[in-house]
């Protein structure tokens, strides 16, 4: 089985990933990982040159890789599967997916503030700066409209995925095995055993923004700028209630 994690930045989704792969390797015999195999190597964290022409090459390759792999788990951000519909790759990668979890983050601005803060320091996994940051009110902004546009994308499901099921890592704790057993797939791949992740929580946002403050009072106007939508009901900028299609 390939289990393909879709989701965008900074809503957990490595945790996630690393929890199902670590709890499911215990019990088979699994290939390597596929952790965002489609990322871009000269954007944020890495800035390595790479071509357009090398990239597809690369792409190309890790899709080889996965169809060479008939038990992976794989995870990707929204914007990493747009760019293989681009390129012509997207059929050809779905079609070797056999369970689909949607990951979402009702905290838009909670999402928006882990992207300012891991923009900012260039720390997307491992915390180890606990030093106290002012985010530009600007570059949140930003990131606040273009989390909730990609939240909405996600939600949309252009691609008429069907989602085995949806996860929301607000939900998530930082128990690992209690995360995975709460997961539809803990049926199909039952762990006991201790889950041990090297991916931890990030620390908490109000105790390293020192205008924490000041950008939860602009995400709450911001949030009374975001159009209604029919199948989502929103509390300020928590999400409460979606209706999906395609869902199991």
């Not at 060479?68 to 788990?73: A, E, H, I, K, Y």
């Not at 989602?163 to 998530?172: A, K, R």
Request: positive net charge; contains cysteine; hydrophobic residues 40%.
């Amino acid at each position: 089985m390939r289990i393909h994690i879709l989701t965008n930045p900074r809503t957990g989704g490595t945790y996630l990933f690393d929890v199902i792969y670590r709890a499911v390797t215990k019990n088979n015999n699994w290939s390597d990982d596929f952790n965002e195999p489609f990322q871009d190597y000269d954007a944020p964290p890495y800035f390595f040159s790479e071509t357009t022409e090398k990239k597809i090459i690369r792409i190309k390759n890790e899709i080889q890789k996965i169809k060479m792999s008939p038990l992976c788990v794989i995870k990707n951000h929204l914007w990493m599967v747009l760019r293989l519909k681009d390129w012509g790759l997207l059929d050809e990668f779905l079609s070797l997916i056999n369970y689909n979890i949607l990951l979402i983050r009702r905290d838009i601005f909670e999402s928006a503030l882990s992207l300012s803060i891991a923009e900012h320091k260039n720390q997307w996994i491992l915390y180890k700066d606990k030093n106290k940051i002012l985010i530009s009110p600007e570059k949140f902004k930003i990131n606040f409209f273009n989390q909730y546009a990609n939240t909405i994308a996600l939600i949309d499901n252009e691609f008429k995925l069907h989602f085995n099921e949806v996860v929301f890592s607000d939900s998530i704790g930082n128990v690992t095995n209690e995360t995975y057993n709460q997961l539809k797939i803990s049926k199909i791949f039952p762990c006991n055993d201790v889950i041990d992740t090297i991916v931890k929580f990030a620390p908490k946002k109000k105790n390293i923004v020192k205008n924490y403050y000041q950008l939860k009072e602009q995400a709450i106007l911001y949030a009374k700028q975001l159009k209604p939508m029919d199948n989502i009901k929103m509390t300020g900028y928590y999400i409460d209630e979606i209706t999906f299609n395609n869902c199991t």
